[in-house]
């Protein structure tokens, strides 16, 4: 009879399909392990669901970001510990892959995993069942008499030398109605080649990139179009225009095959630059629909500070494309980094107001630094006195979306949220009921006037929006 294993994916606001626990599900031998996913944004009691799920279960495995959803993690891996105090688990993710031995400070987890875990998870299965101490395992650490022993770690393995994705693990059904449309989530790379000072991929995989192959990626979607009649494919890869002949190899595998959906994926402006319009072309015809370009800051002083590895100038030029070939865009900012002047500031809402004046498809969604471990930003505001949550229960209380940090004035927040507000109500399509409030945000926009905003609290009052952009 094979062996029972439970995976778990924490609470969230968001409902992109648990890709993570799925790849590990996926990378096990069926004959031998029996993989349940509990998704705690799909059950009314995950904490019931998996303590239940658990009974006579080989161990369970929970992935886990920063931020709120460890709340949700500690509370279910607490409450199977107490129910079923030999039962081993494993926490993987990005928060343990940053903090191996740190997390382990809580008592009901037994094992971290860091970095790309399908090979790993496997390993640890196998243990299990047999019996076996986890000493020696790469990519893991775990508790010891003495304390706690962090391996080796364990190399980046090429994609095409893993299973493809059981998307019958989950729900797929499920997902596309809590989404609103039938968007499928897939993942065709790992890791990313650069080295922005704000972000702990580097950290992470060591700015590495592997990929699946062009050929493997036509097969495997064709067959999850044909089983799931999904209209869209979100890729959720760091970098997904990595190799432009990559990129054009997939698209014309997707004309091909005849495959009708529309797609999205990620595009640093530096590979939007030095793309050419037949490629852009050829994925425009292969349905492409929309991109990502992660500005972070319209000022070129403050992108070498964060070691972007682009220019201002690169950022425009690929918004002219994506506005020349009818591509939507996503393009993220960064605000309220430590030290940064008023004039940087302006430079990025500048360059927000410049980019949604190009296209009615174009977002520019706003977000404040906050010091995510791994990074080179937050060691250096470490140096400096900072200090980073201690325990699992306060980084499940570090806010990564609404707040900003205590370098940021209040008059320097205050003066962004009323932006985020006007600039959101001043693009977009006009409709008679919007006219009003467009006409008057586009007006504070282009004078910088944000005082005395009685709209916003008209607004607010009748209907509170979310603070993204």
């Not at 509990?38 to 009314?44: F, K, M, N, P, S």
């Not at 090979?119 to 508790?143: K, M, N, P, Y």
């Not at 006009?430 to 926009?445: K, V």
Request: proline share 6%; net charge negative.
């Amino acid at each position: 009879m094979p062996h029972k294993i439970v995976l778990y994916n924490p609470k969230s606001t968001f409902y992109t399909m648990p890709l993570a626990l799925m790849a590990l599900g996926s990378a096990l031998d069926r004959a031998r392990f029996e993989v349940q996913i509990i998704d705690g944004r799909l059950e009314a009691d995950p904490v019931a669901a998996v303590v239940a799920a658990c009974e006579e279960a080989l161990c369970l495995g929970v992935t886990v970001l920063s931020g709120n959803p460890i709340h949700d993690a500690l509370a279910v891996t607490r409450a199977v510990k107490a129910a079923h105090p030999t039962l081993p688990t494993v926490w993987g993710g990005w928060h343990p892959s940053l903090f191996p031995t740190e997390t382990l400070a809580e008592p009901s987890i037994d094992v971290t995993v860091q970095g790309q875990g399908e090979v790993t998870f496997g390993e640890l299965a196998d243990r299990f069942a047999a019996g076996e101490s986890v000493q020696g395992v790469a990519g893991i650490a775990h508790r010891v008499a003495e304390g706690t022993v962090q391996e080796a770690p364990r190399p980046l393995l090429p994609m095409d030398a893993l299973p493809a994705h059981d998307y019958s693990l989950i729900d797929v059904e499920r997902y596309f109605e809590l989404k609103g449309e039938r968007q499928l989530d897939y993942i065709s790379s790992t890791g990313c080649f650069f080295r922005c000072a704000f972000c702990a991929d580097p950290f992470v995989f060591k700015r590495k990139w592997v990929g699946l192959s062009p050929a493997r990626m036509g097969e495997e979607i064709e067959l999850l179009w044909r089983r799931y009649h999904f209209t869209d494919l979100s890729f959720q890869d760091e970098t997904f225009f990595t190799y432009p002949n990559r990129v054009a190899a997939i698209a014309e595998e997707f004309l091909r095959r005849g495959l009708r959906f529309s797609w999205t994926g990620t595009l640093r402006a530096d590979q939007g630059h030095r793309m050419d319009d037949a490629t852009l072309d050829l994925c425009v015809r292969a349905g492409l629909r929309r991109v990502m370009i992660g500005v972070e800051s319209g000022s070129q002083e403050m992108m070498d500070w964060l070691q972007k590895d682009i220019k201002v100038e690169q950022v425009l030029e690929s918004a002219e494309r994506c506005v020349k070939h009818g591509i939507g865009a996503i393009f993220p900012f960064i605000v309220g980094f430590p030290g940064e002047s008023d004039a940087s500031v302006q430079a990025s809402l500048e360059m927000v107001k410049r980019l949604r004046k190009m296209s009615p498809q174009f977002e520019t969604p706003i977000f404040y630094f906050k010091p995510y471990p791994g990074s080179r930003i937050t060691q250096e505001v470490v140096e400096r006195g900072y200090q980073l949550p201690q325990t699992l229960e306060e980084w499940g209380d570090f806010d990564y979306i609404g707040s900003s940090g205590p370098w940021v004035s209040a008059g320097t927040y205050q003066r962004i949220e009323r932006f985020k507000f006007y600039n959101r109500f001043a693009g977009g399509p006009e409709t008679w009921l919007r006219r009003p409030l467009q006409q008057i945000a586009r007006w504070r926009c282009q004078r910088d006037w944000y005082h005395f905003p009685i709209e916003k609290l008209v607004v607010e009052r009748l209907k509170p929006l979310p603070s993204l952009s």
